[in-house]
T-cell receptor
Framework: TQLLEQSPQFLSIQEGENLTVYCNSSSVFSSLQWYRQEPGEGPVLLVT?????EVKKLKRLTFQFGDARKDSSLHITAAQPGDTGLYLCAGDKAAGNKLTFGGGTRVLVKP | KAGVTQTPRYLIKTRGQQVTLSCSPISGHRSVSWYQQTPGQGLQFLFE???????NKGNFPGRFSGRQFSNSRSEMNVSTLELGDSALYLCASSLVVSGRETQYFGPGTRLLVL
């Protein structure tokens, strides 16, 4: 069982549609990071959320950290083919502890 | 600054052999972490080195080992390879800013064990 559960595991949508990816846990995290990984490459950090209830926007991407710091969501507005990739959430339980990764959500945006 | 580099990018080995993978962190980063990524298990933490010392270790058997050199470059070694060791091995170097660690990943080494 993953400490961080991501849903859905796979999402296929048409260009222009919106999508939301969820990252849930029963544990509290001091911070949560979202990464995007493209085929043949390593994960690239998109954002770090730290405060419960925090919302961060990165162009068409909106990240939210739950009030209890146990869950997070990533919402993409008007998805584009360039948004295709594996989205990973990773939690940091305390300073000095290593990140725990979710299983990932594979997103395919069709033109 | 140059990013994290990993060599080789692709590797094919047979069961029972051993393999050494190399990682050069971003200049100035002293922490290097290794991860194994497979379709079934996702990204799993192997170990972390800081200033040539192993600082954290994941739940992998002793066949997986690593080391870090004085220039922060790191190597990981897998002995007596098994089919299940086929995976993408990712290295990440990290920097602590305002008390928070940010990891930067390399492109990975894809290992296939036949």
């Amino acid at each position: 069982t993953q400490l961080l559960e991501q849903s859905p595991q796979f999402l296929s949508i048409q260009e222009g549609e919106n999508l939301t990816v969820y990252c849930n846990s029963s544990s509290v995290f001091s911070s949560l990071q979202w990464y995007r990984q493209e085929p043949g490459e390593g994960p690239v950090l998109l954002v770090t959320v730290v405060t419960g209830g925090e919302v961060k926007k990165l162009k068409r991407l909106t990240f939210q950290f739950g009030d209890a710091r146990k869950d997070s969501s990533l919402h993409i507005t008007a998805a584009q083919p360039g948004d295709t990739g594996l989205y990973l959430c990773a939690g940091d339980k305390a300073a000095g502890n290593k990140l725990t990764f979710g299983g990932g959500t594979r997103v395919l945006v069709k033109p | 600054k140059a990013g994290v580099t990993q060599t080789p990018r692709y590797l094919i080995k047979t069961r029972g052999q051993q393999v050494t993978l190399s990682c050069s962190p971003i200049s100035g980063h002293r922490s290097v972490s290794w991860y194994q990524q497979t379709p079934g298990q996702g990204l799993q933490f192997l170990f972390e080195y800081f200033s040539e010392t192993q600082r954290n270790k994941g739940n992998f058997p002793g066949r997986f080992s690593g080391r870090q050199f004085s220039n922060s470059r790191s190597e990981m070694n897998v002995s007596t390879l098994e089919l299940g060791d086929s995976a993408l091995y990712l290295c990440a170097s990290s920097l602590v800013v305002s008390g928070r660690e940010t990891q930067y990943f390399g492109p990975g080494t894809r290992l296939l064990v036949l």
